[in-house]
């Protein structure tokens, strides 16, 4: 299929034939090749059969013939497989011996175990398998990755080998076209037959062209050779090397007219584990997290470390079988439910989650942003992935739930995963059907989570409970090296170097490479690549480190004025005032010599301020690239040649926070006292933990001497004009202390300045308590609309309350009393006939006062009475209105009329 | 008749979301704050001066200025008091609202009797136009009820005029002429250089200067006297000098004295508040050592000083009188240079801490230099 295209002609020939190859191989490999994926292997070799098939001439017989190279690869694999099986740490009773036409019911040892033997893939040459013996266990990665590495590199030698019999192929094909009559589209020799004078085009042809002629018949029987020796190999890899370029530099571009309209992006999506690009460690720490889920998905323990052939003896086996593995809890789930793979766009973070996911045998549900992720589709969708299974279908592989894009869910969303794998979310339907039963119980499928950016906020709370893997870059040398090997695939010409520099300048992200690639068709090393990448965005960290930090590339200082060009790329493409802050919030760990360097870069933070906020003011948005150069002014000033440590500028956060407490409590007691809040913070809260700290001993209220007392009421006064109250809190060590609320005295505070005394806390419950009746007796005074402003300015004397208040009391029964007493409703106004003489004075139960005792209490008290008293006798008419009183409404109801 | 009226007092009240009515103080500042004109204790020409104008029948709108605590607010309190009679005195405190343009909502707290509103406008920031508009407009397009023996106009008592964005004071100029007819604006300043020509070119200036040492020395004794207590000439003129003539500080910074020991002793310890001894110390370190790390260390005390909501302008300028104090002329007038232009800077931006160690850094860069070159010259 990928070299099928060549020519236009050439298609739909090639496509009977690859018809052809597909059954074929079909039929071989469905006896003892017990691949879950036949369709990879099938996608991968049928290429080197059709290769084959044209090199060979399109009978079927020559055909098979020419397999027989290839065909030993799923020979070996065979053995490989079984040998596997016999290996101790791997036998699984139940599963041995099991054949791919048992697949569809039970599943397949690879398809469950995918252990380094299927890691190592199908394409394995026989070389690969002579270690089989010292096959390194599982956790051993070092070794596993070494190896994988050395298949895959493998992998390349056999690709070439294969672009080999292309270019034989290839050349047959051309060999008809080196001499032609007419003028012909490629280059050519015009030549002269002296005889008739015939004009003849003789095509022109590089050197290296006949290098591979000459080459051409060894080729073909190192292919049909059954082992190969590496040294060989090494040395038939340098020669296909060369003929591949000379090949690819001889072929025509126009015939290059792509037929499939396939991204290449999706063409060229790694299918197996090896052909992955990402570092070898992540795919591997992936793949253990997803191993580690075995247990709870599968029922089966994953292989541990232990060799088995080192326990032989009986009853040992138990003992490791219940030795927790690490990485698991009690329970046997993974310590981390949730996998996060993280890294910038287009490394395959999400090729490698399916990949890996599909390898250790799960059947991917993919959630990503094109889907609804409100909360309560995002419930369903949990719930759907997690707890049920495809019955329908052949496939009754378990779920495993792939979010793509998490970054972009809503923080509800998130919350709501969160719950889900802690076991405290239940599907709505069956909370009140089997609650009890369902309870704890977690989430028992593995969830792996794709984002970019691992610091957004609404995925602070994933992030600690996620297993975080950071995709690392791919390596921009492994990245060209593939680019090539595609551009070989798509017959088009690319340089090495072209190549890399492709690479490079996409920040080695693999989709763009390809698009780039598919999009002009080659690449030459004097390309210049003017393609415009998409903004590439560093995280913040990133630009404050390439920011203050000298760069160096190739043991020297970058030139002045490349260094001013990366900087300005770096903040254009992020957020400056961030950028700023953090600056200025790590630069006095990192510049540590002259502080004039320091004051000259500090202008420039001061002009920074300056223009944002203008730009921010008058929304003038075109001043703001001007403070770009503020950055580039800080790189030279501040950068530093040794490695730095950055940290996050939370302080102004915190500084904010705070600031804002303190000014939210100067409102409160602005909007109390009427004081401006300026004058509250520089004049009055200095000093007020002075004027709020009298010196009053700790003894009971009645024992205090008149200044004391007048300390105390000045104290309340002070303290209900500026609106502060003693709260009662409990202390972390259990005892209890009154502190001011709001808490004033903090703003006036500074940490290292003079040490203030505090009241006694038994003073202070004798604050409160005078504090809460002074309270009151003001709400009184303002609800009572009379409010005599001559307030009596001694609260202290209880003494003299005590008189007052009965005085009031008498003035007011006094004047009840005088008031002839008759039922409400029967009340007149009637008037009042000045009966001085004849007034009566009625205590308050209402009995007559003697005239003396009269006497007496008229000269001792109630000046008020004796006004009123005056005043009846004075006016002729006078009433008295009382509120909310009504002949209408009020009627005497007896009891006996109810019942 | 006065049905009608009635209605309106409650319509007016329903307006307002809740009254308070403001007690007399009972600390000394407020307590023995003169209430009229003529006992007002200092710049007792300028009060003669004030009664006059206030006697005449045109009365201008006012820009009162002058350093804080010199006793601007209690002249205008005067004034106003001078005007109406003594009606003036029973103060609410009501929360009005109101609406942005952009549809968010904000209240600010005024104090008002019932001839004149007193607000702060800068309390809501940036939003202070529509403050300013809305309530200058709301009061001046209702007439006084009662206009037989009273003034036909009432007051709008803006302060700190001086904070105000420049939109707000765009604003205020045509109001002010505007509604000339029913309102006056006394308007109180710190200082005139942030308020517009066009406002200043309105108003009829007036500079209250700060009181003496004598005159607070005077004040203070009044007080004493009127408290009963008895208080030495020496501790009064410490107290005044300390106050750094803030009649205001002075009079806290007496009581606090009076709380934390009485009978007085001439040697007692004053307190100080405690962001100008933090200033202070932060000066000293800026002198002790020029080096980065001690430039962190200052900026985590800016960091404070920020923190209990200090202005940025006093903590600049209070740095700056610190600093100034171990410098010889010549560098005295190089720091002075840097100093008036960071300052500037500084007001027209937002964020305080990038300008305020800039000074730092500049200084130490200054300094530094200037002892590099002292020391040279001795080798």
């Known amino acids: ?899 | 008749m006065v049905r009608f009226f009635f209605k309106l007092l409650y319509f007016f009240v329903g307006v307002f979301n809740y009254l308070l009515l403001l007690e007399k103080m009972s600390l000394w500042v407020d307590k023995h704050r003169p209430t009229s004109l003529s006992k007002l204790d200092y710049h007792t020409e300028q009060a003669k001066h004030l009664k006059n104008l206030v006697q005449e029948s045109d009365f201008p709108h006012l820009l009162v200025y002058g350093p804080p605590g010199a006793g601007k607010k209690t002249r205008i309190m005067c004034i106003i008091r001078e005007l109406y009679g003594s009606g003036v005195e029973r103060l609410r405190m009501e929360t009005m609202h109101f609406e942005t343009p952009s549809q968010k909502k904000m209240e600010i707290m005024t104090i008002n009797s019932n001839y004149h509103i007193e607000v702060n406008p800068s309390d809501v920031g940036i939003n202070d136009r529509v403050v300013v508009m809305d309530l200058v407009k709301t009061v001046a397009q209702t007439h006084q009820i009662d206009s037989t023996g009273q003034r036909e106009f009432k007051v709008v008592l803006l302060t700190n005029v001086d904070q105000l964005t420049k939109d707000a004071q765009h604003a205020l100029r045509r109001t002010m002429e505007k509604y000339v007819a029913t309102c006056r604006l006394i308007l109180c300043a710190n200082s005139t250089s942030r308020v517009l020509p066009a406002i200043r070119s309105r108003c009829l200036g007036i500079r209250v200067p700060s009181p003496t040492i004598p005159e607070i020395t005077s004040i203070l004794n009044s007080i004493c006297k009127r408290e009963g207590l008895n208080l030495p000439d020496k501790l009064a003129t410490r107290v005044a000098e300390a106050s750094g003539r803030n009649l205001r500080r002075a009079i806290l910074m007496l009581e606090a004295c009076k709380v934390e020991q009485y009978p007085f002793t001439p040697e007692q310890n004053i307190t100080e508040p405690d962001w100008q001894v933090y200033l202070r110390e932060t000066a000293k370190l800026m002198v002790k050592e020029q080096s980065p790390s001690k430039l962190l260390q200052i900026r985590g005390r800016l960091y404070d000083l920020l923190i209990h909501a200090i202005p940025c302008d006093l903590i600049f300028k209070v740095l700056f009188q610190e600093c100034v104090k171990y410098c010889d002329l010549q560098m005295k007038m190089d720091i002075a240079a840097v100093a008036a232009e960071y300052e500037h800077t500084m007001i027209r931006s937002s964020k305080a801490i990038f300008h305020l160690e800039a000074f730092v850094a500049k200084f130490m860069a200054i300094y530094k230099r200037f002892m590099d070159l002292s020391a040279g010259d001795f080798m």
């Not at chain 1, 017990?34 to 060979?56: A, F």
């Not at chain 1, 002579?130 to 596993?144: F, G, I, L, S, Y």
């Not at chain 1, 004009?721 to 005892?735: F, H, I, T």
């Open chain 1, 1 to 899: 299929m990928i070299y099928g295209e060549k020519c236009t002609v050439a298609i739909i020939k090639s496509m009977v034939k690859q018809r052809n190859a597909e059954i074929f191989i079909n039929l071989t490999m469905e006896d003892g090749f017990p691949d879950p994926d036949g369709d990879l292997y099938d996608l991968i070799h049928e290429d080197e059969y059709e290769v084959l098939n044209e090199l060979e001439g399109s009978s079927k017989k020559k055909e098979e013939v020419s397999k027989q190279p290839v065909q030993k690869n799923p020979g070996s694999q065979k053995i490989l497989s079984s040998n596997s099986n016999e290996a101790p740490d791997l036998v699984l009773p139940s599963q041995s011996g099991i054949t791919a036409n048992e697949a569809t019911k039970k599943r397949t040892f690879e398809e469950l175990f995918g252990d380094v033997t299927d890691l190592l893939g199908d394409d394995i040459l026989p070389d690969v398998h002579e270690h089989k013996e010292k096959r390194p266990r599982w956790d051993e990665p070092e070794e596993v990755i070494k190896q994988v590495l050395e298949a895959r590199r493998i992998l390349h030698t056999q690709n070439n080998y294969v672009s080999i019999h292309q270019t034989a192929q290839d050349f047959e094909e051309e060999k008809l076209e080196t001499i032609s009559f007419r003028v012909p589209s490629w280059n050519f020799m015009p030549v002269t037959r002296p005889s008739d004078s015939e004009r003849y085009y003789v095509r022109v042809r590089s050197h290296n062209k006949f290098a591979v002629t000459k080459n051409r018949p060894k080729m073909v029987t190192g292919l049909l050779s059954v082992s190969y020796s590496r040294l060989k190999a090494e040395a038939e890899e340098i020669i296909v090397k060369n003929a591949e370029e000379a090949t690819l530099l001889a072929t025509e571009p126009d015939v290059q007219i792509s037929s499939d309209d396939k991204l290449w992006v999706d063409k060229y999506r790694p299918q197996k584990y090896i052909e992955l690009l990402s570092d070898e460690g992540v795919n591997r720490k992936f793949l253990h997290w997803l191993k580690l889920w075995d247990k709870i998905v599968f029922n089966r323990e994953p292989i541990t470390r232990q060799k088995v052939t080192e326990m032989p003896k009986f009853g040992t086996k138990k003992f490791i079988k219940n030795k927790p593995i690490e990485g698991r809890d009690s329970k046997g789930f993974p310590e981390h439910r949730i996998a996060l793979l993280t890294g910038p766009p287009g490394l395959g973070k999400t090729t490698l989650a399916h990949l890996v996911a599909r390898h250790a045998g799960y059947n991917i549900v993919e959630v990503n942003a094109s889907d609804d992720r409100s909360p309560d589709n995002f419930r369903q969708a949990l719930l759907a992935s997690t707890e049920m299974k495809a019955v329908m279908g052949a496939d009754p592989r378990p779920n495993c739930l792939i979010l793509d894009e998490i970054d972009g869910a809503p923080a509800t969303s998130i919350d709501i995963l969160l719950k889900f794998i802690h076991g405290k979310l239940t599907s709505k339907s069956k909370k009140g059907k089997n609650k009890e039963e369902k309870g704890e119980e977690p989430c028992r499928r593995p969830i792996i989570c794709i984002c970019n950016e691992l610091y957004t906020p609404s995925l602070r709370a994933l992030r600690m409970a996620a297993l975080v893997i950071q995709v690392p870059e791919v390596s921009a040398s492994r990245l060209a090296e593939r680019l090539g090997e595609i551009a070989r695939k798509e017959c088009i010409r690319a340089d090495a170097d072209a190549l890399l520099q492709l690479a490079e300048k996409s920040g080695c992200d693999v989709r763009t490479c390809l698009g780039a690639l598919q999009y002009m068709g080659g690449a030459k090393s004097g390309n210049t690549f003017n393609l415009v990448f998409k903004d590439t965005k560093k995280g913040l960290f990133d630009s404050w480190k390439e920011i203050l930090q000298v760069p160096w590339a190739r043991n020297r200082v970058i030139p002045a004025r490349e260094r001013m060009e990366r900087i300005l790329k770096v903040v254009f493409n992020s957020e400056t005032n961030r950028l700023a802050l953090g600056i200025f919030h790590n630069y006095p760990q990192i510049q540590n010599n002259s502080i004039v360097r320091l004051s000259d870069s500090l202008q420039w933070f001061q002009f920074f301020d300056r223009i944002t906020t203008f730009v921010m003011n008058t929304q003038i948005w075109s001043a703001m690239p001007y403070a770009n150069y503020a950055f580039v002014a800080w790189h030279f000033n501040l950068a530093a040649n040794n490695n730095i440590q950055l940290s996050y500028p939370s302080v102004m956060y915190e500084v904010n926070q705070k600031l804002a407490k303190n000014q939210s409590i100067l409102a409160t007691v602005h909007r109390v006292s009427g004081i401006e809040t300026s004058m509250l913070t520089i004049d009055y809260c200095p000093l007020l933990s002075e004027l709020l700290t009298p010196r009053l001993r700790s003894v009971s209220g009645h024992l205090y001497s008149s200044n004391e007392k007048a300390e105390l009421t000045r104290l309340v006064n002070v303290m209900l004009d500026l609106g502060l109250a003693l709260v009662q809190e409990k202390n972390p060590d259990g005892s209890y202390e009154y502190n001011f609320e709001p808490n004033l005295l903090e703003i006036g505070l500074f940490p290292d300045c003079k040490k203030r005394k505090s009241l006694a806390y038994a003073v202070k419950q004798i604050v409160v308590q005078e504090y809460e009746m002074e309270r009151l007796k003001r709400l009184e005074r303002m609800t009572s609309g009379s409010s005599k402003l001559v307030s009596t300015p001694t609260a202290t004397d209880k003494k003299r309350r005590n008189i007052e208040a009965t005085e009031k009391l008498k003035e007011a029964s006094e004047i009840t009393n005088a008031v002839k007493s008759v039922a409400n409703h029967h009340k007149k106004l009637e008037p009042v006939v000045p009966q001085p003489e004849k007034m009566q004075c009625r205590d308050f139960f209402g009995r007559i006062i003697s005239n003396d005792r009269q006497q007496q209490s008229a000269n001792k008290i109630s000046p008020r009475a004796a006004r009123l008293q005056d005043m009846v006798n004075r006016n002729r008419v006078w009433y008295k209105y009382k509120e909310g009183f009504s002949n209408a409404v009020r009627r005497t109801v007896l009891m006996r009329d109810l019942l």
